[in-house]
């Protein structure tokens, strides 16, 4: 299984960077994750729109789902369109994004496979499990198989034991921490600090950690120390052009 990071900044992108977005691949299958701002502009210069195989998008804010838009234009506004695409997510959370265009423009474009969090998914080569995790709007973490390599995904999340579980003996956690230590008091039902999901990579004997979603301005030093200082394994930051082999 190998992972390529298009964005890891969170609400909105900074200078030259872009939202969540991870590419995950597996004997030629090509899912999308999270394809949140300015992330198809990083997808391009490695694929072909019409090269990406599924979509999954772990909730509806547009930091996660809004360049889902200039996918599906690049796919369907040419004369030998590809395969409608199929998009995974939570039931109505895509309804804003896909409503950007005039009624019926891009609805040849795409499958949507709206899915209820606490199943499962079999998307290509991919096993899925999903659980709701907390955040301000329903958000799916997604425990990913394939190959015997396992990778977790938690979207947006304050700390949960559903996190732990979806993490449990995961190759590699991928975890949202918008902060390196202090979660704002109006976002803690919502969102986590580096500290805490490095408490739970722990707690869930993840072998890797890589830190994503970091607020522009956070310190990612900082934010990798305060992980570090929970979590005994291999901590990294999710930044545009990585890519990590979990085989
Ligand atoms: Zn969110």
């Not at 803690?188 to 408490?199: E, K, P, T």
Request: hydrophobic letters at 40%.
């Amino acid at each position: 299984m190998l992972l390529t990071i298009l964005g890891g900044c969170g609400a909105w992108p900074g200078a030259g960077q872009a939202c969540s977005g991870y590419l995950v691949e597996h004997d030629g299958f090509r899912l999308l994750v999270d394809p949140g701002y300015a992330t198809v502009p990083r997808l391009l210069e490695r694929i072909t729109a019409d090269q990406v195989d599924a979509v999954f998008i772990s909730h509806g804010h547009p930091d996660h789902c809004a360049d889902l838009n200039p996918l599906l234009r690049a796919r369907t506004l040419r004369d030998d369109p590809p395969a409608p695409l199929p998009v995974y997510s939570l039931p109505g959370a895509l309804d804003a994004v896909l409503a950007l265009d005039r009624p019926g423009m891009l609805t040849d474009a795409y499958v949507l496979h709206e899915f209820t969090a606490g199943g499962s998914l079999d998307i290509g080569p991919f096993h899925a499990r999903t659980r709701l995790l907390p955040h301000s709007v329903p958000n799916a973490g997604i425990r990913l198989t394939a190959g015997e390599r396992v990778l977790a995904y938690t979207g947006d999340t304050c700390p949960s034991p559903d996190v732990v579980d979806l993490a449990r003996g995961a190759d590699l956690l991928l975890a949202e921490a918008t902060y390196a230590d202090r979660v704002p008091e109006d976002s803690r039902r919502h969102l986590s600090s580096a500290r805490q999901v490095g408490r739970q990579a722990k707690e869930a004997g993840a072998r890797h950690l890589l830190l994503t979603h970091l607020q522009p301005g956070t310190d990612a030093t900082a934010a990798q120390a305060a992980a570090e200082a929970e979590y005994d394994g291999e901590t990294g930051i999710a930044t545009s052009g990585l890519t990590i082999d979990l085989s």
